[in-house]
C-alpha cells in the first residue's frame, strides 16, 4: 500500500509563506504525475498544482498561479509545494496525491492514493 505522508502545515499570517511536502513510500511512483489539492471548510476540494512524472509540465490553478510553485525531488521520492504571499483564502487542507499516469491531469479522479493532509491556516 502506498503512502503519501504531507507535512509543512501550519498557522502563518497573510503575505506569508509556507512549504508543504508530501513524502511517497513507494520509489516507483517518482515517474508519476502528482498533485496538491485543497478542501476548505463547506467546499468541495479543488486542484491547486500539478507536476507531470517528469517533472518538465506543471500546472496551477488560477487563484495561485504567481504565487504558488510546485516541484518534485526525485532523489528523495518526494514533492514540494511553496506558498507565498498567503491569503485568508488559501486556509484549507492541503492533500498531496498520486497517480498511476505520467502526464498532469487535474481531475481528483484520477488520482489513486491520497495522503492524509495538511492543515494550512493563513490569519490577518
Known amino acids: 500500500q502506498v503512502q503519501l505522508v504531507e507535512s509543512g502545515g501550519g498557522l502563518v499570517q497573510t503575505g506569508g509563506s509556507l512549504r508543504l511536502s508530501c513524502a511517497a513510500s513507494e520509489r516507483t511512483f517518482s515517474n508519476y504525475a502528482m498533485g496538491w489539492f485543497r478542501q476548505a471548510p463547506g467546499k468541495e476540494r479543488e486542484i491547486v498544482a500539478a507536476?507531470?512524472?517528469?517533472?518538465?509540465?506543471?500546472y496551477y490553478a488560477g487563484s495561485v498561479k504567481g504565487r504558488f510553485t510546485i516541484s518534485r525531488d526525485k532523489a528523495k521520492n518526494t514533492v514540494y509545494l511553496q506558498m507565498n504571499s498567503l491569503k485568508l483564502e488559501d486556509t484549507a487542507v492541503y492533500y498531496c496525491?498520486?497517480?498511476?499516469?505520467?502526464?498532469?491531469?487535474?481531475?481528483?479522479?484520477?488520482?489513486?492514493?491520497w495522503g492524509q493532509g495538511t492543515q494550512v491556516t493563513v490569519s490577518s
Open positions: 507536476i507531470s512524472g517528469s517533472g518538465g509540465s506543471t
Open positions: 496525491a498520486v497517480t498511476r499516469r505520467t502526464p498532469i491531469t487535474i481531475h481528483l479522479r484520477d488520482y489513486d492514493y
